[in-house]
């Protein structure tokens, strides 16, 4: 699929190439058709950021607003057509990917509206709503992993809805995810839904892990020697709890019916210190069976100068069992950090949906 040896040692090695970016313009200049041919991506992921980015260049999507406005959409309406558009089109460029790989990959993400993260209810009818209006088998759709959502995880799969469980920052959690997924293939076994046909990776967030606890090591005597360690034995506590939950009976049962495992995604894999590497979230995390979705910058740099080795992450959970308890010993608060990350997480998405609204509404005007 690709010359890069870089990006086809990662593919080679289980990992799935994701592109976290979608746009109008990438989809009409042939950009994402040709990072399928030639960067070995296999997928993408979108958020409310990516699309507030997105729409903020007002020319790739003036046909449609005017379109919209001649018609007297609602902002919300129009936002939900461009996206929903956007990523119709995008599923259908990964749709051979899709088939080729069974159903694996080739698929494309697009979240709940991060209002309802609290709101189990609304986040399960807006996420049928957003299967149906893109209609496409390759959709996933996120829904972040707060305690209201871990149930319409479990509700929409048991749906037949593909899920992204997004903003996952800690194993307990993780753990909870994975609980909820196994709940909601099961319920969907029994409402008559083929269970193969369902997919679901969870994202679980690298970077932001080390932003937050190396800000608080800097006032902490001695905590120097402990920064930069933190998001990778995180990620890779993950893959050791993803191991054991999917080698259990539990597992088994649904496997055997046809079930697809829930993959670990690394999330939030672009490197915020220009101290660190900016490929350390990949060469440090390679696993099989999971996806690393990268923006651009990191998918650039990877094929660059990634130091791709095989296999960095089996076998390496007491070691990072030690990092979380050497920061505990040096008081870093680990449930706090959890918190506060989840909490900004979806501020975050929150402000990036209201400034998605506002230049919209701003569009909408100008097109009257």
């Known amino acids: 699929m690709t010359t890069n040896p870089n990006l086809k040692a990662l593919s080679e090695a289980g990992v799935s190439i994701w592109l976290d970016d979608l746009s109008r313009q990438r989809i009409t200049s042939g950009n994402l058709a040709e ?37 007297g959409a609602s902002v919300d309406d129009t936002v939900r057509e461009l ?22 990959d080739g698929r494309v993400s697009l979240e709940v509206d991060p209002r309802l993260a609290h709101d189990t209810d609304r986040t399960v009818a807006e996420a049928v709503d957003l299967w149906k209006a893109v209609d496409r088998p390759n959709l ?64 679980f967030f690298v970077s932001r892990v080390d932003t937050e606890i190396d800000k608080r090591l800097e006032k902490i005597s001695g905590g120097e020697a402990l920064r930069g360690k933190a998001a990778i034995a995180n990620a890779r506590l993950a893959y050791a ?59 650039k740099a990877t094929a660059d100068h990634a130091d791709v080795r095989g296999d960095t992450v089996s076998g390496t959970a007491a070691a990072s069992q030690q990092v979380f308890d050497d920061l505990a010993k040096a008081g870093i608060d680990l449930d706090d950090v959890f918190a506060v990350l989840e909490r900004e ?24």
């Open 241 to 299: 709890a993803y191991e054991e939950v999917f080698a259990g009976e539990r597992w088994k049962a649904l496997e055997a019916a046809g079930a697809k495992a829930q993959r670990p995604l690394w999330a939030s894999t672009g490197v915020k210190d220009p101290a660190y590497s900016d490929t350390r979230y990949v060469d440090e995390l390679v696993a099989p069976n999971t996806v690393n979705t990268m923006p651009e910058a990191t998918l």
């Open 345 to 368: 997480g979806v501020e975050k998405f929150e402000k990036s949906w209201s400034e998605l609204l506002d230049t919209v509404a701003q569009q909408l005007e100008q097109a009257k």
């Open 83 to 104: 996206t929903t558009a956007d990523v119709r089109d995008a599923a259908d460029i990964f749709r051979n990917v899709f088939e080729q790989s069974g159903g694996v």
């Open 35 to 71: 990072l399928i041919t030639d960067q070995a991506v296999v997928g993408v992921t979108s958020n409310p950021t990516i699309f507030a980015n997105a729409l903020s260049n007002a020319a790739d999507y003036t046909e449609k607003v005017r379109e919209l406005a001649a018609r």
């Open 140 to 203: 996933m759709v996120k829904i972040p992993a707060t305690v209201e959502g871990l149930p319409a995880i479990t509700r929409v799969l048991a749906e037949g809805i593909s899920v992204n469980v997004t903003l996952i920052f800690s194993v307990q959690r993780y753990r909870d995810v994975m609980d909820a997924f196994l709940a909601g293939l099961e319920q969907a076994k029994a409402n008559g839904h083929d269970i193969s046909e369902i997919a679901s990776v969870a994202s």
